[in-house]
């Protein structure tokens, strides 16, 4: 320093910046300071105050930090609404106060997390701390994510949580960072999956490859400008603008020799108290700024608030997937003057379903899924109403499927340890991408699995057999009662005897003039006769007896029509009377035994119910009370064919899905099922998917 100073080139913190610039300002000293980052981390603004007065020599080399905006920006675009912002240890979450600030005023909901350097152990804990439901609720959070960290600990960081299973293939993450390298982005586009945001500074390259190493009359280095020189690629960002500040100050000097209006340099020393300012210092400072250098960085030069204002952000983004091939392409650029540049818009995800081969778990369950064909050594064919739906998806979206049942027929209930068996455990530990079959969506599913929305309805019924049909030699009599037959006969009884006696007390002539002979039986005779309209054999003339048995025969007239018209019926369809004609009923009663398939949807629901010592409608505790004897064991099955068989056997009321009971009742050769229908639940069938699937929407939308 004794020698003297032209300027001061500092590549350092914030914190000693605002020290060199207090000393620069004081001497009259230019001070070209480059912010460099600390590990890696994206800049965070340094807050130095500029004096109002003309007395401050700091210029700014690197342009100001914009990651607000440019973020700000992005997310806009992507219209997200929820996400989480990741931070390593190293950076300082004030440089993106504003940035949070403006979210917040627009109703995001946005988490922060600090990512600890022991990422493996960080992502242990969690899985050591949170539940089960509490993991989904993250790995949803997940979905959307801000990286704001180095390239190394974003790639530790993607790598150990795809590993932990805590992202899915529809998940999108930005990763912004001004020094990021090719080699940065091809790796962290292969640790990847899902989609990829990528936010890195940019440089103009010169179109003509053989002027690229030309900057006006000077030429550069060729291992410096060459894009695909290794030394190139490794160079950081704050190495490149110490160059070109190298450059700009040689510029000045030069010009400042030409013009002929040089001052000697300042000289310092830590030992004389009384150093003065250089006189040259502010002639210096103009032919500075009014430089300008056209170098690696593009065009460096400064505006009146002695900032850099040339900054070019580039965007890179990837296509949903997890193809190691997957290319990543430019989507767009952002600068302050003109904003964003391009479009970000998603690629639609059908459009990449062609060729896409999905692995389908299912559970037997007639009529939703059913064998069509097993023939030895080939696999096995499936047809039923949810493989038609899934044909249907496969014929529009142009994917291909491969069926295989789950390993315990079971559809699936939360275990001890907080893992699912059944279908359900299939996709929570990825061994499927999808599942079909009679799945209801409860809330308890899709805690950890993602389903589609309901494509019919679903209602809860019993299945119970019907009363055997007994042979009956008396049943001409069925369409009357007991009693109206009683008063029938009693009836004819007492017209015969009238008869008689109005014949005896005034007995009619025969046309020869001889009395006829009538007796008791063969009035009663008589009017039996007339009762079955099959008529008599004894002539009565009298006018008493005929009154009489005109109005016998308009009664018997009406009896006989009606008894006519209820055999008919009685004949036409046999009423058999039940009992049981719902749930209510069914709970009511404790002679017939029932239950349901033990792990299933219908079992849960009741037990949740039953339990539940706030539920108003007692019948669910009286259900579970049998449904639960010797701890669900005792009335309840395994798969859904052995309480169909358990009904058909024996003394049994199976309780299971409406549609299905309904078609296992139609079907029966023997007709011997009746069911009895009740909705319980405001519920659906849909089809399953991994959490955070992205065919959830596409499915959903067809």
Known sequence: MNHGILALVSSIGCTSAGSLQSLADAMHIPHLFIQRSTAGTPRSGCGTTRSSRNDDYTLFVRPPVYINDVILRVVTEYAWQKFIIFYDSEYDIRGIQEFLDKVSQQGMDVALQKVENNINKMITGLFATMRIEELNRYRDTLRRAILVMNPSTAKSFIAEVVEANLVAFDCHWIIINEEIRDADVQELVRKSIGRLTIIRQSFPVPQNISQ??????HRISSSLCDPKDPFSQNMEITNLYIYDTVLLLANAFHKKLEDRKWHSMASLTCIRKNSKPWQGGRSMLDTIKKGGVNGLTGELEFAENGGNPNVLFEILGTNYGEELSRGIRKLGCWNPVTGLNGSLTDRRLENNMRGVVLRVVTVLEEPFVMVSENVLGKPKKYQGFSIDVLESLSTYLGFTYEIYVAPDHKYGRPLENGTWNGLIGELVFKRADIGVSALTITPDRENVVDFTTRYMDYSVGVLLQKAEKTMDMFAC??????SLWACIAGTVLLVGLLVYLLNWLNPPRLQMGSMTSTTLYN???????????????VPYTTLATRMMMGAWWLFALIVISSYTANL????????IENSIQSLQDLSRQTDIPYGTVLDSAVYEHVRVKGMNPFEKNNMYSKLWQMINRSNGSENNVQESQAGIQKVKHGNYAFVWDAAVLEYVALNDPDCSFYTVGNTIADRGYGIALQHGSPYRDVFSQR
């Open 212 to 217: 690229r190493c030309f900057r006006g009359n």
């Open 477 to 482: 009599l069925a369409p009357f009662d007991l």
């Open 523 to 537: 009035s009663m005779w008589f009017v039996y006769g007339s009762f079955v309209q099959q008529g008599g054999e």
């Open 568 to 575: 008919a019926a009685f004949l036409t369809i046999t009423r």
